[in-house]
């Protein structure tokens, strides 16, 4: 990568990762963003790491190796390796599959049967696009039972670590598939929402690298599609140096290569790259680095690429667990063409980061030297927006500014952090979330806030029971924006984008509003009146837009009361012509009756 490197601490604003959030339309500016972690929590309680079980299974302990999250971004899947005592002084291990559901560390059950040890299983666990199966290598097991469904085979290949992209439809499994004896390649195999073959599509290989395959392994693993499958990051692995190497590479113009005419006679794409030098692959950290850089993955937008890396170079592919507990493996996050990578320097190790699907939510590996002691825990990505240069300094204790060339009394008294924006400014995060900020918007920030900064986030945990509204079926989709308490004049436009797993339940997408955490309450309540006329559902592109005057932490979902794509001020004019109406008839009615005497 080609950005300034940043060494940062967590719950710390860090440093520059990308100025690219430019505005649709309005000329507005560019803003630079910056991120940083929040809070981490344990995915797990206390009991599953002791090797409590009902199963009466003898375990001293437990640890956890990889996770998957749903596209719904509402349960994990995991890999729970036990710790067993078969003879004096002598561990084994076996392993069985888990679930849990995000929030609730209590709630993990276990899936099927007790499987011996693999070493390889250190993939993340791949959801098929319905959330009905999941995928780890080359194993296929489905999701309510842990029932082992076989290692399915794609139009004859067969595949080691894969992913999927996450369409409407058309959706694809990316895999690295053995093809020679002696080499590999990335291939795009058609599958059904369930990830099952999708026969009516054929595969298509998107490169044509030729690289050497070692004794031990494939040089191409780990390949993670983008959720819209227009790049694919991956591995590129040289097990027979020391440490191994692991270096990552971004594959760019997947459309172009998957719809390019075939080589005659095979599944190759005319447009694959042939050397890894190609301009169409972003070199993303072998250049840059020597340390193992591990199995990348894109944000929900596809505009960042996560991934961890190895400070002690202590990863050895043959004692995975171990290499986690004795490295010093760190999350980093840059740019999807390579450039502002951060380190996220926690404390600990951090192996194994898999964004959530949707949002800006993570979860990781930690581990602890010495042992195989890791747990899975989750944290979120807070993207940090700072608009000083394009705001200036309103005076402290007034209630008018001037907006569009007119003089405006505001409904709030100016703070000693009040600014007023002076060019279009469009902000946001990578899954989707903006923020319209035009010319002359009063800002009005908590007092004493520093520095004019705006953040986004996804709050970790999802919408619970007990914080919906009595007529909210569900908030599928929350996000808190910051400063909280934070005031505009007039009210700002602000775009979530969501996806269609998080919404598979909802009968009328269209009719879904945004809902405000009532911080007093602890429930979530429906979006002000005065604001509700301006809710905008794109169900095409999976959008709502609405106003607000505040920030908070804002959901959205459906109600079984209120139906908001149906302005509020329709509704006043419908009543007041059906007054009229009535009113013209019954006058109507008294002319025409006959005079009396």
């Avoid at 710790?83 to 076996?94: E, L, M, Q, T």
């Avoid at 694959?272 to 692959?281: Q, W």
Wanted: proline share 7%.
């Amino acid at each position: 990568m080609r950005g300034q490197y940043w060494v940062i601490s967590k719950h710390l604003v860090i440093g520059v990762v990308c100025a690219c959030l430019v505005a649709a339309a309005g000329g507005a500016s560019a803003q630079t963003v910056t991120y940083s972690l929040g809070t981490s929590s344990d995915m797990l309680d206390a009991a599953f790491y002791a090797g409590e079980s009902n199963d009466g299974t003898d375990v001293t302990s437990r640890f956890v190796l990889n996770v998957g999250v749903n596209n719904a971004g509402t349960q994990a899947i995991f890999w729970g390796i036990n710790v067993c005592p078969c003879a004096p002084g002598i561990d084994n291990f076996d392993q069985m599959l888990y679930i849990v559901d995000i929030g609730s560390p209590s709630s993990w059950r276990r899936l099927g049967p007790s499987q011996s040890y693999n070493i390889t299983n250190y993939d993340g666990i791949r959801w098929a696009p319905n959330d009905r199966a999941v995928l780890l290598n080359e194993n296929r097991y489905d999701v309510d039972t842990g029932t082992f469904l076989g290692s399915p085979s794609i139009r004859g290949y067969g595949f080691f670590t894969n992913s999927f992209t996450r369409k409407a439809s058309d959706n694809w499994l990316v895999a690295d598939t053995l093809l020679a004896p002696q080499n590999n390649e990335i291939v795009f195999l058609p599958v059904h929402s369930d990830g099952t073959e999708d026969v009516s599509r054929d595969p298509v290989i998107v490169t044509r690298l030729g690289l050497t395959q070692s004794l031990l392994g494939q040089p191409l693993i780990f390949p993670s599609v983008s959720n819209d499958g227009t790049a694919v990051a991956f591995n590129v692995w040289e097990p027979a140096t020391t440490p191994d190497t692991f270096d990552i590479y971004v594959l760019e113009d997947i459309e172009s290569i998957l719809s390019a005419p075939k080589i005659p006679g095979t599944d190759f794409s005319s447009l694959a790259p042939t050397s890894l030098s190609d301009l169409r692959i972003v070199d993303f950290r072998a250049s840059e680095s020597s340390h193992p850089a591990l199995i990348p993955n894109f944000s929900q937008d596809g505009t960042l690429v996560f991934y961890s890396e190895d400070y002690n170079d202590a990863l050895e592919t043959t004692n995975l667990y171990q290499s986690i507990a004795d490295g010093d493996w760190d999350i980093l996050v840059a740019n999807r063409d390579g450039t502002g990578d951060v380190r996220f320097n926690l404390a600990q190790n951090q192996g194994t980061v898999v964004p959530f699907p949707t949002g800006s939510r993570m979860t990781y590996v930690q581990g602890s030297a010495g042992s195989p002691n890791m747990h899975i825990l989750a944290t979120t990505l807070v993207a940090t927006s700072n608009i000083e240069t394009d705001t200036t300094q309103l005076p402290q204790g007034g209630t008018t500014a001037v907006i569009g060339g007119n003089i405006v009394t505001l409904s709030f008294t100016l703070t000693d952090s009040a600014v007023q924006v002076t060019a279009p400014m469009t902000l946001g995060d990578a899954s989707g979330t903006t923020i319209e900020l035009p010319s002359d918007q009063v800002i009005n920030f908590p007092s004493g806030t520093t520095m004019p900064e705006i953040s986004i986030f996804t709050p970790i945990d999802p919408v619970g029971n007990h914080q919906l509204p009595d007529f909210a079926t569900q908030i599928p989709v929350i996000r808190t924006f910051g400063p909280p308490g934070t005031q505009f004049a007039p009210p700002i436009s602000i775009t979530i984008t969501y996806s269609d797993a998080e919404v598979a339940n909802i009968q009328d997408e269209s009719g879904m509003i945004p809902y405000l955490y009532n911080v007093g309450t602890q429930k979530f309540e429906p979006l002000d009146a005065q604001f509700l006329g301006s809710v905008v559902v794109d169900v095409d592109a999976n959008t709502l837009t609405f106003q607000t005057d505040h920030f908070s932490t804002y959901g959205i979902g459906f109600s079984v009361v209120i139906a908001p794509q149906r302005p509020w001020a329709l509704y006043a004019l419908a009543g007041a012509l059906g007054i009229t109406a009535l009113w013209l008839l019954i006058r109507r009615r008294r002319r025409a009756s006959p005079a009396c005497c």
